[in-house]
Each structure stands twice: as structure tokens, then as C-alpha cells.
Nanobody, 121 residues
Framework: QVQLVESGGGLVQPGGSLRLSCAASGTDFRILTMGWYRQPPGKQRESVAGININGSTNYADSVKGRFTISRDNTNNWVYLQMSSLKPEDTAVYYC???????????????WGQGTQVTVSS
């Protein structure tokens, strides 16, 4: 069984910063990619940032230059440093991991439970 547990959400003023963390735990897997998605109120879930095992990253245009994704491959953590936050960044943020089971070689997507980020004065 694989679990993703997120932390770090909260209320922040416009222009402020937050750091989200996500830890993947379990056995018998190798993580291929990790990423962050978000779902604003009344909207569909969208990709925010991703990082693969080699450290290559990608970002949504709306967060480029403001958000930074990083990962700790040894401990299976992924982080999202968010700066210059705007009210439109308000959303539930979800951690995602695409991983391969070592025995079956099957590839699965796992999701965290979500953490609320609210940007408001």
C-alpha cells in the first residue's frame, strides 16, 4: 500500500509565501514522477508543477517564476515552494506520484488527500 501525505497549506496574504510538502510511504515501489495539482473553487483540477527522477521540472505558465518544485529522492518527498502568491492561487492542492511496482512492474498514479491554500487579505 502506498500513501501520500501532504502538509503546509493555510491562509496567506497576497504577495506572501507558503511551502507545501508531500511524503510518499509504502513498500515495493519506485517513483517515476511527482507533481502538484490544484483545484480552484468551482473549477477542474489542473497541473501546477512536476518533477521526474532526474530532476527535470515543468510548470504551468501561471506559476512560472513564482513556484519551485523540488524532491528528495532518498526519502520520497516532494516540495512546492510558492512565492508572490495571488488570490487566484487559492485552491485545494494535491500531491501526485506516478510510480512503478517493483514486482509487477505495473504503473499507477497515487494522490494525496489535498491541502487548502487560501490567498486573501
Amino acid at each position: 500500500q502506498v500513501q501520500l501525505v501532504e502538509s503546509g497549506g493555510g491562509l496567506v496574504q497576497p504577495g506572501g509565501s507558503l511551502r507545501l510538502s508531500c511524503a510518499a510511504s509504502g513498500t515495493d515501489f519506485r517513483i517515476l514522477t511527482m507533481g502538484w495539482y490544484r483545484q480552484p473553487p468551482g473549477k477542474q483540477r489542473e497541473s501546477v508543477a512536476g518533477i521526474n527522477i532526474n530532476g527535470s521540472t515543468n510548470y504551468a505558465d501561471s506559476v512560472k517564476g513564482r513556484f519551485t518544485i523540488s524532491r528528495d529522492n532518498t526519502n520520497n518527498w516532494v516540495y512546492l515552494q510558492m512565492s508572490s502568491l495571488k488570490p487566484e492561487d487559492t485552491a485545494v492542492y494535491y500531491c501526485n506520484a506516478r510510480l512503478k511496482r517493483l514486482i509487477s512492474q505495473a504503473v499507477y498514479d497515487y494522490w494525496g488527500q489535498g491541502t487548502q491554500v487560501t490567498v486573501s487579505s
